[in-house]
């Protein structure tokens, strides 16, 4: 891949990824969707450590808008902090086992249809989230037992075309947090996730394991910072959306968008094009 072909490509990554992180429409299932369209080798692990870059992108973003709440978590009594640390131990352990598995399904020939499923699943859980909400005459404060739920679904987030920001909000809703906690400890819960799986695949790349080396050049990984850049620009756009919407609990249309989508991904499955 040529230079110039690598930076345009990684712009159009780095700003649906922006866009997709904190908007719940799953940002792992439509850069995994894009990197088939736009003709990326899918193989050697490269799939999964250009996502977690430009999850790094969009990690930038979440630190300056919630730079307040960052430093408040390191304050004392901590439960805050301590809620985010376990919240994020399901997601830590499934990542470190599965997460090569979870890579190399989606990245062979059934890929899309999983993305097609996935992106179903999460159409689903936003229309259940908005019934909830919308019906919901009461609310808690977040406490162990919502941080916990949350960090199960995050879990399940995953799988590219699972939102992590829909399914973590799908369980603060169902466990009936307030929106603005829901939307506050949803994206803090994106910060360790992301530092942790940018630590193993740093790892993989210093030391790669025999006959494990990362499938990309020296375009790909300019590219890709270029991307980063327009990651966290986006991104900080999308976190301002998104916390109106989740206000308002309106997702009937991300859902419908996904239904849209999903079947794109069934029809360009069965058609072998992809």
Not at 47 to 58: A, D, Q, R, V, Y
Not at 110 to 135: D, P, R, S
Not at 158 to 187: D, M, N, Q, Y
């Amino acid at each position: 891949m040529s230079l110039w072909e690598a930076i345009w490509k990684s712009i159009v990554l780095g700003t649906v990824q922006g866009l997709t992180e904190f908007l719940p429409v799953s940002s792992s299932g439509h850069l995994t969707f894009l990197q088939r369209v736009l003709g990326y080798d899918l193989a050697g692990g490269g799939m999964m450590f250009t996502n977690i870059m430009l999850h790094f992108g969009t990690l930038i973003s979440v630190c300056i808008v919630f730079r307040k709440d960052i430093r408040n978590l390191f304050r004392k009594p901590f439960i805050t902090l301590l809620m985010l640390i376990v919240a994020t131990i399901p997601a830590g352990i499934v990542g470190l086992l599965c997460n090569d598995y979870i890579d190399a399904a989606f990245a062979g020939k059934q890929g899309m249809l999983y993305l097609a499923i996935c992106f179903a699943v999460t159409a689903l859980m936003l229309l259940v989230t908005e019934l909830v909400a919308k019906n919901r005459k009461k609310h808690t404060e977040l406490g162990w037992k919502n941080s916990i739920a949350m960090g199960l679904m995050q879990t399940v987030a995953l799988f590219p075309g699972i939102s992590r920001s829909g399914s973590t909000i799908f369980a603060g809703t169902v466990s009936g947090t307030k929106p603005e906690k829901i939307a506050k400890f949803s994206f803090l819960m994106s910060i360790p996730i992301i530092l942790g799986s940018f630590a193993v695949e740093m790892k993989d790349i210093v030391f790669p394991a025999e006959g494990a080396a990362l499938a990309l050049g020296v375009n790909e990984i300019v590219g890709m910072l270029v991307g980063v850049v327009f990651a966290a620009v986006s991104g900080l756009f999308a976190i301002k959306v998104m916390l109106k919407i989740i206000n308002k609990a309106n997702y009937k249309w991300f859902s419908l968008y996904l239904v849209l989508l999903s079947l794109t991904c069934f029809w360009l499955d069965a058609l072998a094009v992809l």
